[in-house]
C-alpha cells in the first residue's frame, strides 16, 4: 500500500523549488523576505503585521521596519500566520533511504517519498532512528547511537543532517532484561570513573605532576554514557506506564543525566516527581493507556495529561498517534496533523502558547537543536511555515514552506492541496 | 488563537445543577428538565439547525420542546440545567461500530453467507470502548459483525450507556443485516465464494430464498393462505428488510462493488440499504447513488491518495460523494479503527478535507438516524424525539473543545463535573 508512484506529486514540488531558491554563491548572499504576516515567533509572541528577512539559510530580521536588500524575493503574506517549522520528536521511516547504515548521514535520502508530504503539513525537522529492528544496537552497552536529526530539505543533501548521534536509546533500562539493567548502571558507573581519572589526569598534569608522556585515560565503549553525564546528549527512555517512568527517574536521579521519556501515558499522576528530575517527555494525548484497577493510586492515560505537567513545570514535546506519514486515507492520526495532535492537549486544558511550543521550540530542546530551529528568531535557521489559519485549527492548511531558506513547498504550486480553500 | 467557546478549562465545573425543588409534588405526570445553553444544533431534518440563547425541555424519555430562550416557557417545577456557555447537540450516532462485545466475538467464518447470526448476546454493556464512546458524545451505535464473510450476520442498534443489561442498552433489534462485498470476504481457501463470482451467487441465492420466505409468511399472517410455512430460523431475520424495517449495511468500496452493490441490493432486490466505506475511489459512481437516493455512509478512511488514479490529490471522499449530489452521507469509525469516541473528530477532518461544517455534524447525527431507519427517535434535537443529548465547550468541530454531558433517554449518562473526564 506504501509502493505508491510520487512521480506526478515530485514533479509539482521540484516546479516550485526553483522559486526563492538560492544559488550557494558565498560572495553574492540572497534575499527573502515574508511580508504582512502575522509573525508567531513561539519565543518571542506574536508579531502582527510584521515582515520576516532571511538571508541565505538564516533568519537576519523579525520586524515591522525591515530594510529590503536589493533583489530580495517577496512573499506577500499579509492575513496569514508565519510560524517556525514543526519540529517532530520522534518519527519513523522519514528521510532514509534503503540502504541502511550504521552511520544515518551516510543513509540520508533527500528525495525520500515522504518528504514532500513532510512539507506540505508543515515539517522542517525530524528524530529519526536508524535500524529500528535493533540491528545496530550495541547489545553489551544496552544502547543504540543510530539516531539523529534530519531536516525535511527535499532534494537538497547539504543541510539535510542537523545532529548525530542525537540521542542515547536507553529503553532497555525499562524493558530490558535484569543483566541489561545491570550493565547500564555498571557502564554508569564506569563512565564516571572514568571522567574522575579524566579530571585527576588533567589536573596532575596542569600543575606538572603527571609522569613524562602520561596519556589520558580513554572513555572506549563508555564514550556514550561519558557524554550523557557531561550533558552533551540526552538518553531516551520509553515510560508509558507509572511504573516505567520511576524506574527511569530513578536512574536519571542516581546519575543525573540529560533525559527525555518518551510515550509518558500516566506521568499525570507523578508530575512533581518529573519536575524534580528535570526531564523532559515526550507525548501524545490521545494516547490512551488502561486504568489499572487493580492499583490503589490513580491510573491510566488522561487528555489532561499535558496541562497538568504543564502546572508542575514539566517540559514536554506532543508526537502524533502514528509518529510516520500515512497516505492510506486515515486521517489526523499521523505527522500530517501534527498540530492538531498538540490542539487535543488544549482541549485537556493546556495554553495554546506551550500547545505550539510543544511541537516546534520544545520539540527542538527534547532533539537538542534548540539553538538551530523551534523558534523564530534572527540568526537562527530560515525553517519558517507560512499558515493560511490559526496553527492549532482543525482546518488549517500549510501554504509555504520553507527549509534553511529554501521555498521547499508552495501549495498553489502542488497537486496535494491546491484544489482545498 | 481564539476559543470558540467561552467555557473554563481545567477541571471548574461550569455546569450546575439546579433543583428546584420546592413544593414539588409528586404526580403521575413525569419529571420535566430545563436546559439552558449558549447554542443548540438542532440538526433537525427541516427548519433551523441553529438556536443561540436555547431551551430544550425534557419530559421523561422525550423532548418536550426545542426553541430560543425568549420563546419558551420553563415550568415552574422544572429542573433546570444550567448550561450558559455550552451547545446542545443531538447525541452522535455511528453505523458502522464493532466495539459493542468483546471485540473477538464478532467474525464466526463458518459458511460463506451467516444471516442466522447477530451481535446482540455479544454485548458487553461495562465495556471500556463504550465508556469512551460516550465522552466523544457517541450516544447510540450500529453493532455489526465484521466482515471476514460475505453475509457476516445482523448487527444491534444500541445505546453506549444507560443500561446494565444488554436488553436496555437496545434500541432496536435487529439493527441492520451486515454484508461485505469487496476484499476482506474473499477467502484463501478454494470454497465457494473465494471470489466475487461465487459471493454474487451465494448472496442471490439466500436473497431469493428469504424474500419466497417473507412472502409466504406474509401470505400465512394476513390470512391469504392457513398454509403454515415451515420455519427457517436462519432466514427469519431476513423478513425484516423486505418488510423495510431495517436496512442491510454493505462493506464495499471501489467503483466496481459501489455500483455492483447499488444494483443488487436497491435496483433488484428493493431493500432498504447503506453503502459503507465507500472508499478507494467509490467515490467515482457517487452520482449513480445520488440518483437512487441511496445513504453513503464514509470512514474510516477519510480520503483517496493514489497518485496514478487521483492525480497526486488528496481528495477528501466525503467532499466528493456530496459533489455528486449525495445527499444522505453519513460519516463511520469502523471503530476500533478509529476509535468510538473519535467520530465527532472523523467530522471535523471531512470539513479539513472540504465538507461544509454542518453536513459534517449531520453526518454524524439525522443522517446516519435517517440511513437505519430510526429518526422518528433519534438523530435531532426536535420535540418527540429521545432525549439523547450533549453538552460541549463549543464548537465539537474544534478538536480543542470536548463533551462536558451526556443525556440518554431522558438520563444522564456522564457528567464531567461529577466525575472523572474521560476525553
Known amino acids: 500500500?506504501?509502493?505508491?508512484?510520487?512521480?506526478?506529486?515530485?514533479?509539482?514540488?521540484?516546479?516550485?523549488?526553483?522559486?526563492?531558491?538560492?544559488?550557494?554563491?558565498?560572495?553574492?548572499?540572497?534575499?527573502?523576505?515574508?511580508?504582512?504576516?502575522?509573525?508567531?515567533?513561539?519565543?518571542?509572541?506574536?508579531?502582527?503585521g510584521a515582515t520576516v528577512l532571511i538571508k541565505d539559510d538564516k533568519i537576519l530580521e523579525i520586524g515591522r521596519d525591515v530594510d529590503l536588500p536589493e533583489g530580495t524575493v517577496r512573499y506577500d503574506v499579509t492575513g496569514k500566520i508565519v510560524a517556525p517549522g514543526f519540529v517532530a520528536a520522534e518519527t519513523r521511516g522519514l528521510g532514509l533511504g534503503r540502504a541502511r547504515s550504521q552511520k544515518i548521514a551516510d543513509a540520508?535520502?533527500?528525495?525520500?517519498?515522504?518528504?514532500?508530504?513532510?512539507?506540505?503539513?508543515?515539517?522542517?525537522?525530524?528524530?529519526?532512528?536508524?535500524?529500528?529492528?535493533?540491528?545496530f544496537e550495541d547489545r553489551t552497552e544496552g544502547v543504540s547511537a543510530t539516531s539523529a536529526v534530519i531536516k525535511m530539505s527535499y532534494g537538497n543533501l547539504d543541510g539535510m543532517l542537523v545532529r548525530e548521534p542525537a540521542a542515547v536509546n536507553l529503553s532497555s533500562w525499562i524493558s530490558g532484561t535484569a543483566a541489561q539493567r545491570y550493565q547500564i548502571r555498571e557502564s554508569f558507573r564506569k563512565a564516571q570513573e572514568f571522567i574522575e581519572k579524566l579530571k585527576d589526569h588533567e589536573s596532575r598534569k596542569a600543575a606538572g605532576k603527571a609522569r613524562p608522556n602520561e596519556q589520558p585515560p580513554k572513555a572506549d565503549a563508555l564514550e556514550l554514557y561519558v557524554q550523557l553525564l557531561r550533558g552533551e546528549i540526552a538518553a531516551r527512555m520509553r515510560a508509558p506506564t507509572a511504573d516505567a517512568t520511576f524506574a527511569a527517574l530513578a536512574l536519571i536521579n542516581e546519575f543525573r543525566f540529560k533525559a527525555v521519556l518518551l510515550d509518558v501515558c500516566e506521568a499525570w499522576t507523578m508530575p512533581e516527581e518529573i519536575s524534580r528530575a528535570d526531564c523532559l517527555c515526550v507525548m501524545t494525548p490521545r494516547r490512551k493507556w488502561p486504568q489499572d484497577k487493580a492499583s490503589n493510586r490513580p491510573s491510566g492515560s488522561?487528555?489532561?495529561?499535558?496541562?497538568?505537567?504543564?502546572?508542575?513545570?514539566?517540559?514536554?514535546?506532543?508526537?502524533?498517534?502514528?509518529?510516520?506519514?500515512?497516505?492510506?486515507?486515515?486521517?489526523?492520526r499521523d505527522l500530517q496533523t501534527l498540530p492538531i495532535e498538540a490542539a487535543f492537549a488544549v482541549r485537556g486544558g493546556l495554553d495554546e502558547r506551550t500547545a505550539l511550543a510543544s511541537i516546534t521550540i520544545t520539540a527542538a530542546e527534547v532533539l537538542g537543536v534548540s539553538h538551530r530551529v523551534g523558534s523564530l528568531e534572527a540568526g537562527k535557521d530560515a525553517d519558517i511555515v507560512v499558515l493560511n489559519g490559526d496553527p492549532l485549527d482543525y482546518r488549517t492548511l500549510v501554504d509555504l514552506t520553507f527549509v534553511n531558506g529554501r521555498l521547499l513547498y508552495d501549495r498553489s504550486k502542488s497537486p496535494f492541496y491546491d484544489h482545498l480553500k | 488563537m481564539k476559543h470558540l467557546a467561552s467555557g473554563i478549562r481545567g477541571g471548574v465545573p461550569a455546569l450546575l445543577l439546579l433543583a428546584v425543588a420546592a413544593g414539588r409534588q409528586e404526580t403521575n405526570t413525569e419529571e420535566i428538565i430545563a436546559i439552558r445553553c449558549e447554542k443548540i444544533v438542532t440538526a433537525a431534518i427541516e427548519g433551523?439547525?441553529?438556536?443561540?440563547?436555547?431551551?430544550?425541555?425534557?419530559?421523561?424519555?422525550?423532548?418536550?420542546?426545542?426553541?430560543?430562550?425568549?420563546?419558551?416557557?420553563?415550568?415552574?417545577?422544572a429542573t433546570i440545567v444550567e448550561a450558559a456557555h455550552r451547545w446542545a447537540l443531538p447525541g452522535f450516532i455511528d453505523l458502522h461500530c464493532h466495539i459493542g462485545g468483546s471485540m473477538r466475538d464478532i467474525n464466526d467464518m463458518v459458511h460463506p453467507a451467516n444471516p442466522e447470526l447477530t451481535t446482540r448476546p455479544t454485548i458487553d454493556p461495562d465495556n471500556e470502548y463504550l465508556k469512551m464512546a460516550v465522552a466523544g458524545g457517541v450516544t447510540t451505535v450500529l453493532y455489526?459483525?465484521?466482515?471476514?464473510?460475505?453475509?457476516?450476520?445482523?448487527?444491534?442498534?444500541?445505546?453506549?450507556?444507560?443500561?446494565?443489561?444488554?436488553?436496555?442498552?437496545?434500541?432496536?433489534?435487529?439493527?441492520?443485516?451486515?454484508?461485505?462485498q469487496a476484499w476482506n470476504p474473499e477467502r484463501g481457501g478454494g470454497d465457494l465464494g473465494a471470489s466475487r463470482m461465487g459471493m454474487w451467487w451465494s448472496l442471490r441465492q439466500l436473497l431469493d430464498r428469504a424474500k419466497a420466505y417473507d412472502e409466504a409468511w406474509t401470505a400465512y399472517e394476513t390470512g391469504q393462505t392457513r398454509l403454515k410455512p415451515d420455519r427457517k430460523g436462519d432466514l427469519d431475520h431476513m423478513r425484516g428488510l423486505f418488510q423495510r424495517k431495517y436496512p442491510v449495511i454493505i462493506h464495499t468500496a471501489d467503483p466496481r462493488d459501489v455500483m455492483g452493490t447499488a444494483r443488487m441490493f436497491h435496483d433488484e432486490y428493493r431493500l432498504p440499504c447503506i453503502i459503507s466505506h465507500g472508499e478507494f475511489g467509490g467515490y467515482k459512481v457517487a452520482g449513480e447513488l445520488a440518483k437512487r437516493g441511496l445513504p453513503a455512509?464514509?470512514?474510516?478512511?477519510?480520503?483517496?491518495?493514489?497518485?496514478?488514479?487521483?492525480?497526486?490529490?488528496?481528495?477528501?471522499?466525503?467532499?466528493?460523494?456530496?459533489?455528486?449530489?449525495?445527499?444522505?452521507?453519513?460519516?463511520?469509525?469502523?471503530?476500533?479503527?478509529?476509535?468510538?469516541?473519535?467520530?465527532?473528530?472523523?467530522?471535523?477532518?471531512?470539513?479539513?478535507?472540504?465538507?461544509?461544517?454542518?453536513?459534517?455534524?449531520?453526518?454524524?447525527?439525522?443522517?446516519?438516524?435517517?440511513?437505519?431507519?430510526?429518526?422518528?427517535?433519534?438523530?435531532?434535537?426536535?420535540?418527540?424525539?429521545?432525549?439523547?443529548?450533549?453538552?460541549?465547550?463549543?464548537?465539537?468541530?474544534?478538536?480543542?473543545?470536548?463533551?462536558?454531558?451526556?443525556?440518554?433517554?431522558?438520563?444522564?449518562?456522564?457528567?464531567?463535573?461529577?466525575?472523572?473526564?474521560?476525553?
Not at chain 1, 109 to 125: E, K
Not at chain 1, 303 to 331: C, H, K, M, N, S
Request: neutral net charge; glycine residues 12%.
Open chain 2, 297 to 423: 455512509n464514509i470512514g474510516p478512511r477519510l480520503y483517496d491518495f493514489r497518485i496514478l488514479v487521483d492525480e497526486g490529490k488528496v481528495y477528501g471522499i466525503p467532499t466528493k460523494y456530496r459533489e455528486a449530489g449525495v445527499e444522505r452521507l453519513s460519516l463511520n469509525t469502523d471503530a476500533p479503527v478509529i476509535p468510538q469516541e473519535d467520530l465527532c473528530f472523523q467530522a471535523s477532518m471531512a470539513v479539513r478535507f472540504g465538507l461544509d461544517p454542518l453536513d459534517a455534524i449531520r453526518a454524524i447525527t439525522i443522517e446516519p438516524a435517517r440511513a437505519v431507519l430510526i429518526d422518528d427517535r433519534l438523530g435531532s434535537l426536535e420535540p418527540g424525539k429521545d432525549a439523547d443529548i450533549l453538552l460541549t465547550t463549543g464548537n465539537p468541530l474544534d478538536v480543542r473543545n470536548h463533551v462536558t454531558w451526556v443525556m440518554i433517554g431522558g438520563k444522564v449518562v456522564y457528567d464531567t463535573a461529577k466525575e472523572r473526564r474521560r476525553y
Open chain 2, 144 to 180: 455489526i459483525p465484521g466482515s471476514g464473510t460475505n453475509l457476516s450476520g445482523f448487527g444491534t442498534l444500541m445505546h453506549t450507556a444507560g443500561g446494565k443489561t444488554i436488553d436496555e442498552l437496545i434500541v432496536r433489534f435487529p439493527g441492520a443485516m451486515k454484508v461485505a
Open chain 1, 302 to 332: 488522561s487528555i489532561e495529561q499535558a496541562a497538568i505537567l504543564r502546572r508542575a513545570g514539566v517540559r514536554f514535546a506532543v508526537v502524533p498517534l502514528a509518529a510516520w506519514i500515512d497516505t492510506g486515507g486515515i486521517a489526523g
Open chain 1, 1 to 48: 500500500m506504501k509502493a505508491i508512484n510520487y512521480q506526478l506529486a515530485a514533479i509539482g514540488i521540484l516546479a516550485v523549488t526553483g522559486v526563492g531558491a538560492q544559488e550557494s554563491s558565498p560572495a553574492k548572499p540572497s534575499y527573502v523576505a515574508l511580508i504582512g504576516g502575522d509573525v508567531e515567533t513561539v519565543t518571542d509572541g506574536l508579531r502582527r
Open chain 1, 108 to 135: 540520508l535520502d533527500p528525495y525520500q517519498d515522504t518528504i514532500q508530504l513532510a512539507l506540505a503539513s508543515g515539517i522542517t525537522s525530524a528524530y529519526v532512528e536508524s535500524g529500528s529492528g535493533g540491528t
Open chain 2, 48 to 77: 433551523p439547525q441553529t438556536i443561540q440563547n436555547g431551551v430544550i425541555l425534557i419530559r421523561g424519555r422525550k423532548i418536550l420542546k426545542v426553541g430560543p430562550a425568549r420563546d419558551i416557557e420553563i415550568p415552574g417545577d
